[in-house]
């Protein structure tokens, strides 16, 4: 790597108090949850070899589920296409984890960067391709009493790959961060009944009275019969509030009448307990609804809980300096929406980014709400594509699978494939309100036939089809990126005039602080020497800009960005998350003055979003609702 794109080492609070032993121990699934769980997370070995074959001997230790190009991991090691990780943990099943009764043992991987390969006690128990989602094992005829060995193999071609991988790239620089790969998040064992719960999916209906929860049943391969009705219990606090038996697959209506509402202002959750057969889980869930309709003005508006409401977002790209894609703790994740919370914002963009799933649930819980990227994949970026539209009008429809590097069809079949393995992974987070599928033509085809899929996929949630540029002409949002130009609202066009507008980023303003940056290199759209220069021209960008264009219909904004991350200083917070660059008090005062313009009630038309979820597919597996 060259000395200009070397990076420093730079730890967050959270990672300087890391325990090596036991990082990351929380219960990683909120939204189904079982007393077994027994975290792998902690000291591993590891070795990077040029070949697939056992090596003879460990390169030395990895602290998982740190990847190996992270300060965290203890390794801070690039590996590179064709090269091979690979990890070994040596572990004792805990008494109470031991398979009984039929019971199964699963073991649970949330992220693993990009192909990989698992082994028990020398068997291999299963593979899985792609980055991003998690995946389960069953190793119940595998594990034994006393010692057991596991080994995990995993290759990355990063960006010289077509599969997703996000703003990875092997030569950083610019808006493009180190590529990490590997395990990346918790590995854990569990211990379920021969018929169990597989998914806990909860859709609140539009009319907001109700709730549709369906459960999804998964048996042992020697079970018999057909498993037995669910039971279905829905509290507030201590208090039941509904009690229902199903079948599982067959969605159970829970009426809820005057259910009290989930907002950023009031972000309350049910509690749900669910119990089949000999199997007990815990979810939770908030009432509210998604769309967008007209205001009392006729101007299209993003809709909550069927009224106009302003959402104030920052875009997030899920990164830190010492654990890059793994956050250093879970009160990491925590402060994070807390600090955009307190700054007045009410929205975070993901993105092109999966978190884990525990950042989801201090959403739902915290009061923040989400734009949900898909992660891009394809091959090298044309940049004539994806940078000529930030001056010019230049839009080219996206079935041109070479100007927008999607020739390769199993790529392109693998990002669909995921995009429905999202879905199915975040479909019950309270907090999720749109879909982005394709930002700024990064990887980007068939944009329409991907918002039809995902509409009946997910019905209940609005879709920004093509963030930024490369408009195709669907989905629910006008989706503005807006950088060197003075921000005007668009002239309406018939065929879209129903699609709320939004600018889905802007901004960028950059401040290095020495001393909190891992670079030496400054990138932003715009640079300022101070603090104060800083502010002032936040407070104006969006007084003379934004403000203005709410009375037109603007109908979201997105800041870029919450933090820092390696060359681009242009966030809200330094990159180790110890400094907020801006004046907070000016922060919050233009995000209430953004509030207060824009219309927050009216006459609405009904939401384009919450059909029932009899016509989606299968749930994900949807934990206690705990801090």
């Keep these: 790597m060259s000395r200009k794109r070397a990076l420093g080492r730079l730890l967050t609070p959270w990672g300087e108090a890391l325990d090596p032993d036991n990082p990351l121990p929380e219960y990683p699934r909120p939204q189904l949850v079982r007393d077994s769980f027994h975290s792998l997370n902690g000291r591993w070995g590891y070795a990077i070899t040029a070949t697939d074959g056992v090596p003879a001997r460990l390169d030395g230790e990895i602290i998982v589920p740190f990847s190996p190009e992270s300060a965290l991991s203890g390794v801070e090691r690039q590996l590179q296409p064709g090269q091979w990780l ?30 990989c390969t698992v082994w028990l006690n020398g068997i291999e128990v299963g593979t899985h391709s792609g980055g991003y989602l998690p995946f389960q094992l069953d190793v119940t005829d595998v594990v034994r009493p006393g010692p057991n060995v596991l080994r995990v193999r995993v290759s990355d071609p990063s960006d010289t790959g077509a599969f997703s991988r996000g703003k990875q790239k092997l030569r950083r620089g610019g808006i ?29 209906l539009p009319s907001l009275d ?48 005057g259910a009290r509402l989930w907002s950023p202002e009031d972000p309350f959750l049910y509690d749900v307990e669910v119990i089949l057969g000999s199997d007990t889980v815990l979810s939770y869930f908030g009432m509210r609804s998604f769309g967008v309709g007209p205001d009392a003005a006729g101007q299209p508006r993003l809709l909550l809980n069927g009224q106009p409401y302003f959402q104030a977002g920052l875009l997030d790209q899920g990164y830190w300096p010492d654990g890059l894609y793994t956050p250093p703790d879970d009160t990491a994740m925590v402060h994070d929406i807390r600090t955009a919370k307190r700054l007045g914002f009410t929205m975070l963009r ?9 950042w989801y649930y201090h959403c739902d819980r915290l009061g923040m709400l989400v734009w949900q990227d898909m992660v891009n994949g394809g091959g090298r970026y044309k940049p004539w594509v994806i940078t000529a539209p930030v001056l010019t009008p230049l839009r080219l429809r996206d079935n041109r699978y070479a100007a927008f590097a999607r020739t390769d069809a199993p790529g392109r079949a693998h990002w669909q494939e995921e995009m429905r393995g999202t879905v199915e992974l975040l479909r019950s987070v309270t907090s999720i309100a749109v879909w982005v599928p394709f930002n700024e033509g990064w990887g980007q085809f068939d944009a329409l036939a991907a918002t039809a899929e995902l509409r009946a996929l997910d019905p209940s949630r609005s879709i920004d089809h093509a963030s930024g540029w490369h408009d195709q002409g669907g989905g629910d949002l006008t989706s503005l990126h807006v950088y060197f130009r003075r921000f005007r609202m668009p002239r309406r066009q018939p065929e879209t005039a129903a699609r709320a507008v939004v600018v889905s980023e802007y901004g960028g303003y950059s401040h290095r602080l020495p001393g909190h940056s891992v670079s030496a290199r400054e990138f932003g759209y715009k640079r300022f020497k101070d603090a104060t220069s800083l502010t002032a021209a936040f ?31 242009n966030g809200v917070l330094s990159y180790d998350r110890r400094v907020v ?39 994900p597996p949807a934990s206690p609702h705990v801090e």
């Design 86 to 115: 690979h990890y070994r943990r040596d572990f004792e099943l805990p008494d109470e984890l031991g398979p009984h009764g039929g019971a199964r043992l699963l073991l649970h991987f949330g992220a693993v960067d990009q192909d």
């Design 176 to 204: 493009w961060y180190t590529a990490q790969s590997g395990i990346w998040q918790t590995v854990w064992l569990e211990l379920v009944p021969a018929v169990a719960v597989a998914a806990v999916e909860i859709l609140p």
């Design 210 to 257: 109700a709730v549709e929860i369906t459960v999804r049943a998964m048996m042992a391969p020697d079970a018999a019969g057909s498993p037995p009705a669910a039971f279905i219990t829905v509290r507030d606090g201590d208090a039941i509030l509904a009690i229902a038996r199903t079948a599982p697959g067959t969605p159970a209506c829970i009426e809820l009448a």
């Design 350 to 358: 993901k993105h092109i980014k999966i978190e884990p799933l525990r």
């Design 539 to 569: 407070v104006r960008l969006h007084e003379r800009e934004l403000i203005p264009a709410l009375e037109e219909g603007l109908a979201a904004t997105v800041y870029t960005q919450l933090s820092d991350v390696e060359d681009e200083t």
């Design 581 to 619: 660059k801006l004046d907070e008090a000016a922060v919050q005062a233009v995000n209430a003055r953004l509030r207060l313009a824009a219309p927050q009630a009216g006459t609405v038309l009904a939401s384009v979003a919450g059909a029932p979820s009899s016509q989606r597919d299968d749930a």
